[in-house]
């Protein structure tokens, strides 16, 4: 049921912040929080938290939240692809696809502890900067044979959504055609979400929760 002003609680990573936008306030957590008047919001949303330190931030929630937004996995990614740097294309794509399975575990682990509030979540997937583009990505240091990984860690968090009853914002669809190298570009420093990127978040979300 959605609150008309309600304690809201961010869970997450860069996606969810304020600094890279330039504009104080003018992340997508700052920007929903004003968007939807909310009475109390609880940020733990942190530059470069995996899904792990997602997790360790459970133990600092200190509101009955109302609702609650999530954005993790992008990093668990992106530190796993990095760690597998000269292994064969092969091996690396066999190794990726092992991680995946314990970042769904743990994004199962979030899950449930939010159920447990019995208050809209809007669970998200993670953006592509390259817009699908594998060359693009290898530019980037992300070898093409990730791809199915990163598919991989989006299919999972469509199906945590849709099991637990949360509400899905998918980034990866909403980014599309303002990835690092579009004219109109979402993407600041190869990665994280500009001004306009965290307004789009922040109206998408707007749009999800009214919808409720």
Not at 75 to 83: A, E, R, W, Y
Not at 92 to 101: C, D
Not at 109 to 131: E, G, H, M, Q
Request: hydrophobic share 40%.
């Amino acid at each position: 049921m959605r609150t008309l002003t309600p304690n809201y609680l961010a869970l997450g990573d860069s996606i969810s912040i304020d600094d890279y936008t330039e504009v104080r306030g003018g992340g997508a957590v700052s920007q929903f929080g004003r968007l939807i008047d909310a009475r109390l919001v609880q940020d733990l949303t942190r530059d470069g938290n995996t899904t792990g330190a997602v997790i360790d931030s459970l133990d600092r929630v200190n509101i009955a939240p109302q609702l609650a937004t999530v954005t993790a996995g992008g990093n668990d990614f992106l530190q796993f692809t990095f760690s597998l740097a000269g292994l064969s294309p092969g091996e690396r794509s066999a190794r990726a696809m092992s991680e995946v399975g314990a970042i769904e575990s743990r994004l199962e682990t979030i899950a449930v502890y939010l159920k447990r509030f019995d208050c809209p979540v809007i669970w998200n997937t993670v953006y592509d900067p390259s817009d699908g583009n594998d060359a693009l990505a290898a530019e980037m240091g992300i070898p093409r044979e990730l791809r199915a990984a990163f598919d991989t860690i989006n299919d999972a968090h469509k199906s945590i959504a849709q099991r637990h009853g949360f509400v899905l914002c998918d980034l990866e669809k909403l980014f599309h055609r303002h990835g690092v190298q579009a004219q109109d570009t979402w993407i600041t420093m190869q990665i994280e979400p500009n001004y306009a990127g965290a307004t789009a978040i922040a109206q998408e979300w707007r749009r999800l929760y009214a919808a409720i």
